[in-house]
């Protein structure tokens, strides 16, 4: 084949483009540009500030956590725990608060709460062998208990300003968790994407034998995964409470699914192995665009889950019929 | 010359069987060992040892004069022993380069990995195989042949003094095996050691300069392969001569076929194939990989949709449109893959040998009959010489060529009229390969019409009575018996007319 250097640079760039466009995250992108078209033509509620904010901060919840979930089901794991460890340091840090503990000292007790339900996770998968969809769902039921026993079931008011600030603040008129959902997804994009660090995720969730072959602490690996996730749920859990100055028991309650299933249209197979922070991101955007825009057209909220529910099984047999064709094609 | 790696009276000991019996053995460098012997011989847990994957009890392992012990894979591969197993362990996600660089990725500040160096590097080592694959696709994508040769490159990658393959050519095609090959010598040359496991014996002759022998956990000896003959080698590794392995014929060419098949089509894998089969005759399918005989063995059997053709049964044309249809026509079709699509692995012999005749042993409330099951299992073990302590052992603890005698067995129970058995001994060790063979004769002498697909070629020349040679989805060549000759059978598969001596175009 004779080939000048500009066609070949011409072909490469092609074939990047192609690339990209192929990519799960771009479609997802796509999507949700036509449907903010489609819903600033449909509501003229939907491109107003105001209701922006709602979503964006509605999505900052998920979207920090689907940032830890993505990597853990990357690596081959799953964590059903999230929406109990989000209540629990919730509780645990609004509790501390009204004992007088200093606000920064409350949130870090409050993290560290959370990142000690992932340790406990973490090493029951990868010290034990027990399987994670148990071991988490087993976990769930733990810490909602412990929890309701630790707040003897009521919720925990009169959160003083201090803390209340991290929820409610503004910068440039912008709310404090919008921004710190943008930081955690920037910076784990960047790094699962570029890390040798976070690369060892993709090995242990392909192969596992071959990870420990290749020198990789897979145990590790998966602890370090629990606890980022968790912890992340503690993020999560620590804003909302901050936002609406006191913490609910029952906060947190199915977030888990949601979290998985942003993920999962975000493109990470639940096998494992696969895409991206970006991706995640994604999904979660597009769920809370949907809720809000079902809402906004005026659509009976017991619709939602219908329609949530069918849009991960349509994104899933996309994806299927996608490998098919890219499989056949070779 | 000093020995690379040197085994000195390693033992292994596991509950119950002695699987490596004070062994020696030493690997010369740039030597290409072939290490020979039945399944259960102890190759594979010898070979283990040295990839640091299985301690040994004792004995003592020298890599270039020195002691060592490894107490994990990544301590071998640190000292430079690379293992490449039969099952891949490619991540189908990650791109060539990222598989191929596992954890080993080039990176700049704070562990950022540099992709241009990564995927420089990359292409650099490919081109040094000569093989032409893109870094930045992704695994899933490549065919189970670059696949294959993937998990091998990546093995070299980490530049290892000896290199251990076990059966690397499994599921290459012939220009990919030969690729292999290539390399292989190319990194002999450059002073890289290796130990390759094969139950090919003709591919032993092929390729590798020495093959040492072993039989009951006990290392029985080395040969120089230019100075022995195969037969040489089967009767070491089995400890006695095998002089008639295929048995004998009784099949006689008659006019009246029972099973026929005419136009058989699928597009886009096989087309127009047609051919007739007798009571009593065993009938080949020759042919490289990817000329689609599985194919057409499945379509027969119903798993596969056809696009046209008929098939007949005893004079009257029959719809064998799933497997549940050809089982009550009494067809029977034993997978190639025999792990995945044959057996059920973690049920027990019982289980799996019952499991396609199901309600002759099930009473008239619908349950089954468990003290019937059992001694129908038990007696089949015998008659199959399946060794296994009782009937309930799982099947995912025998050996490949035990596992292959409960796939006869299970189909057996059916009693079939016509038998397709695709790839009847692969990765089955001589002596299990020699009652397979057997027990394929009484059958067909009892009766049954066998179609015999396989890609080892001596094999159907010793076994068959007519051999018909596919190529990219259709019948190039149909030899009977008195003509068989490899070369004559290696260039129909080729789609070369040997009359013409000319390539046809597919």
Known sequence: MTSTPENKTAHFLKDRIIEIIAQREFSLFLVLALAGIFMSAMSPVFFTWANAEAMLLALSVDAIIAVGMVVLLISGGLDLSIGSTLGLTGVVTGLLLNSGVPA????????????????????????????????????????????????????????????????????FGIQYPIYIMLVLVIIGEVLVRNTRFFRQSYYTGGNEKSARLSGINVDMVKIFNYCLVATLAGVAGLLITARFGSSSVTVGGGLELRVITATIIGGASLSGGERSVLGAFLGAAFMAVLANSLNLIGVDVYWQNLVTGLILIVAVVIDVLNEKRKTQKK | MVAVLQAQNIVKRFPG????????????????????????AGKSTLTQIFGGAIKPDSGQLLLEGKPVSFSTSADALNAGIAMVYQELSLVGSLSVAENIFANRQPVGAANFVNWGSLYQQTQAFLDRFELDLDPRRLVKYLSMGQQQILEILKAISTNPRVLILDEPTSSLTESETKFLFENIRKL????????????????????????????????????LLNEVSENDLVSLMVGRNISNLYGDRHFKQEAQPFFSVKGLSRKGYFENIDFALQRGEILGMAGLVGACRTEIGRAIFGIDPLDSGKISLNGEEVNLKNPRRAILKKVAYLTEDRKNLGLFLSMGIRENIISPALEIFTDKYGFLERSKLTQYAAQKMVEYTIEAPNPAKKVIHLS???????????????????????????????????????????????????????????????????????????????????????????????????????????
Not at chain 1, 127 to 146: A, D, E
Not at chain 2, 189 to 213: N, P
């Open chain 2, 400 to 506: 490949g060529g035990n596992q292959q005698k409960c796939l006869v067995a299970m189909w057996m129970s059916i009693d079939p009229q016509v038998i397709i058995f695709d790839e009847p001994t692969r990765g089955v060790d001589v002596g299990a390969r020699s009652e397979i063979y057997h027990k394929l004769r009484e059958f067909a002498d009892a009766g049954a019409g066998i179609i015999l697909i396989s890609s080892d070629l001596p094999e159907l020349i010793g076994m068959c009575d007519r051999i018909l040679v596919i190529h990219h989805g259709r019948i190039s060549g149909d030899v009977l018996r008195n003509d068989f000759d490899e070369k004559l059978i290696l260039s129909y598969a080729a789609g070369i007319d040997p009359q013409t001596a000319q390539a046809r175009r597919p």
């Open chain 1, 104 to 171: 920064w000292l409350a949130i870090l007790l409050g993290l560290f709460t959370a990142m000690l339900v992932g340790l406990a996770n973490g090493l029951l998968v990868s010290k034990l062998k027990i399987n994670p969809f148990i071991t988490t769902l087993g976990m769930q039921m733990m810490i909602r208990g412990l929890l309701l026993v630790v707040a003897k079931g009521k919720a925990v008011l009169n959160l003083p300003e201090s803390f209340t600030v991290i929820g409610q603040g503004r910068l």
């Open chain 2, 188 to 223: 002999q040359k450059e002073g890289m050691s290796f130990i390759y496991i094969t139950h090919k014996l003709f591919e032993v002759f092929q390729i590798a300069t020495r093959a040492a022998v072993m039989r009951d956990g006990k290392y029985v000896g080395s040969r």
């Open chain 2, 17 to 40: 069987v002695l699987a490596v019996d004070h062994v020696n053995l030493d690997l010369e460098k740039g030597e290409i060992l072939a290490l020979l012997g039945e399944n259960g």
